[in-house]
């Protein structure tokens, strides 16, 4: 969708005005001033005018998906790659995944058309808690457990407090649970890394007080009006 209409259909002002408005630079598409007027609006921009973020007037939808291994969070894939929107079969709104989880990861992600509220959980300032299962090689003394908690050099950054937790062990490996308020690219697997017991699987299983639950693998679900109100206040 072409910017200007976009701009329209939020009902801020007309196309005309719309592209007076970006060629006065008031006009940021994912945090950069755009003034191209045919800019082509796509699924996973944030678009803010005068600094004020903006949605179309489509229908806002919110869903979960429990996405599994081996998909690509984004909208389309340059290499050909399946991604998590091949898996939304019947939802012709134009979402677009809030946040992301790498290929090897499988678990919890919410899908909007709702820019403003993406923008909103990906801000660095809401530190949203975000809950895994780890399966980690070896066995967790208390003393590398701790670490995990009070923060761990991941390679120049030093984590922030989080909470984990020996779920139980398996054969030679320890299930964790791990919950984090930051989003650091590979974080959790760079944190176990770090502390000598390396991720062999990891699933994301809440975000805040969204829960994966029981959704099968692949599958997904519409968020109800609690868990959406919940969202735009965290």
């Given amino acids: 969708m072409r910017l200007n209409k976009y701009i329209a259909q939020a009902g801020l002002a007309s196309r005309r005005e719309a592209d007076r408005l970006t060629s006065e630079g008031k006009v940021t598409v994912n945090g950069a001033v755009c ?3 045919g800019y082509d609006v796509k699924d996973d921009d944030v678009v803010a005018v005068d600094g004020r973020v903006i949605t179309s007037s489509e229908k806002l939808v ?30 012709t709104a134009r979402i677009y995944p809030v946040g992301r989880l790498d290929g090897n990861t499988s678990g919890l992600l919410i899908l909007t058309n709702d820019g403003k509220l993406a923008y909103h959980i990906a801000h660095p300032s809401q530190k949203v808690w975000k809950r895994y299962l780890a399966l980690v090689t070896g066995q967790l003394s208390m003393a ?21 937790e ?63 109100e919940y969202l735009k206040k965290c």
């Fill in 35 to 37: 003034t191209e007027l």
């Fill in 62 to 91: 919110y869903y979960a998906l429990n996405k599994p291994v081996g998909f690509i969070t984004t909208v389309s894939d340059e290499q050909g790659r399946p991604t998590v929107m091949d898996l939304m079969t019947d939802v």
């Fill in 144 to 164: 590398e457990l701790n670490r995990l908690k009070t923060g761990v050099d991941i390679g120049g950054y030093t984590t922030k407090p989080a909470r984990a």
């Fill in 166 to 228: 020996v779920v139980k062990t398996i054969g030679r490996n320890t299930l964790l649970q791990i919950e984090i308020s930051e989003g650091k690219n590979h974080q959790v697997r760079n944190m176990c890394k770090a502390v000598g017991h390396p991720v062999l699987e990891l699933q994301r299983t809440a975000i805040g007080q969204i829960q994966l639950g029981h959704l099968h693998e692949g599958g997904y679900r519409k968020l109800t009006p609690k868990e959406i």
